[in-house]
């Protein structure tokens, strides 16, 4: 048997724009099915493999690798850089618009959480239902039944309807389906958004399981901590092009920076930049709680802001200096960091030097979020920055009890740290 297990070759797949074309008369249909070969014709004398036309864009573009039998590979990226399409078309969901995808073994898809889940069927009929949609026989259902429910941890609900179901239960039984059903190639697409931290431990055993029996696992995520954890090599996309390919290390710093990369690290060069210039930020960076350099910090953890400066009087009479955590490219402010709310006040700063602010424990969500700074002098405005610097943000166990909070759109961004507890004695 052959150890090639999935070979891309120049894969391109191309949309339509806008999504309600609208209904073609005879006439219109008679012109396009005549123009069509003539298109075709002059794609193919320009060296091009598909038509090109301005109400079209291209979702992937010539994108090719490999993967053996028994690699864990990521596929990492910014939303809409093609990561999905890619795992569609290596899934047999949609056909490539150009090149040829080959995969050599049975295929197991997560694509989306509860793929072919009905809500008013129970887990149980869900089960069967999910697994046959899979490719999976209905004996090789029943024998694995218990496994999957056991795996999933919904026993005590299985026969529940799964419009009942919390997602974190919906997550782990379509997790649990698509996991048992064997496959030499199991396509996962960030299936560990939802979920406790028990449960993500889960599927990267089994993943790694999966791994080590000699199957292969294509995983999509924008959890940079499990594509580290799982995948000993990953892909990152781009606009629909192979930006990068190799150790998942050196992928995700490529799209640490990738992410930095529309913010302009060269303060000076800002044409935003606003104030007298008594003082201007220089520089600014992230470092753990150990004074080492880091591009993410894990929710919880401990974390320095870094700004460096450069003042023009060197013996300046500082009045403030704060930076502001944003939602990411939007207009809310999360919380401030400022030196004359803390009460630790600067006097006759040297010409050059750095200001550090240090949190002993980050409460924000994993996520991204962008950093502004703002500095006076004397109370005028000396220097200030909207979007000056991207945070990213990745999980972590705040609370210390092993479970994860990372659903932002339900709890919101911040994490602040608190206790309940029931109060039987006193009567009402």
Known sequence: MSSLAI????????????????YST????????????????????????????????????????????????????RNGAGKSTLLKILSRVTHPTEGRARLFGRVGSLLEVGVGFHPELTGRENVFLSGAIMGMKKQEIDRKFDQIVAFAGVEEFIDTPVKRFSSGMYARLAFSVAAHMEPEILVVDEVLAIGDLAFQEKC??????????????????????????????????????????????????????????????????????????LLRITRLYLEDSEGRVIDTVPCGSGVRFVLEYAAADSAASLGDVGIQLMVASGATRLFSLVNEISGDLFQNVPARGRFVCAVDRLPLMPGNYDLHFVCLVGRQLADKLRFAWPLLVADGDFFGHGRLSNNREKHGSLLVSHSWSLDTDRKI
């Open 204 to 277: 990267l055993g089994k993943m790694s399981d999966v791994a080590q029996e000699g199957r292969t696992v294509l995983f999509v995520s924008h959890n940079m901590s499990a594509i580290s954890m799982l995948c000993p090599t990953a892909i990152l996309l781009e606009e629909g092009r192979i930006n990068f390919h190799g150790p998942s290390a050196d992928t995700i710093a490529r799209y640490v920076n990738l992410m930095r990369s529309g913010v302009d690290s060269q303060f000076d060069r800002r044409a935003d930049r606003t104030g007298n210039g």
């Open 7 to 22: 070979s891309v070759e120049n894969l391109g797949k191309q949309y339509r724009l806008g999504g309600n074309a609208g």
């Open 26 to 77: 005879i006439r219109e249909t008679l012109r396009d099915a005549l123009l069509t070969p003539a298109y075709r014709l002059q794609a193919l004398l320009r060296g091009q493999g598909a038509i090109e036309r301005s109400d079209t864009i291209w979702a992937l573009k010539n994108v090719s690798f490999t993967v053996q039998h028994g690699e864990v590979v990521g596929i990492i990226g």
